[in-house]
């Protein structure tokens, strides 16, 4: 008998706690939808840099100045 008034004496109900998981659920899935919309579009953006001339002129004009008169290489 004593198991029984265990559990209906229980501070949230089964009904209450669906409700709540659902909530928590339906939050989570649209923070995941919001980053996954962002990632799509820094991946779009990024792929529009890479295309772009400024980044390639930027890699063309790296030089090497590890030799000079600071390591004796002269």
Not at 29 to 46: G, S
């Amino acid at each position: 008998m004593k198991g029984i008034f265990l559990l209906n004496s229980s501070a949230v109900s089964t009904h209450q706690l669906t409700l709540i998981l659902l909530t928590v659920c339906f939050v989570f899935i649209v923070l995941i939808a919001i980053a996954v919309i962002k990632m799509y579009k820094l991946k779009a953006q990024n792929k529009k840099l890479m295309e772009t001339n400024a980044f390639k002129e930027v890699d063309e004009s790296y030089k090497d100045f590890t030799s000079g008169h600071l390591y004796d290489d002269v």
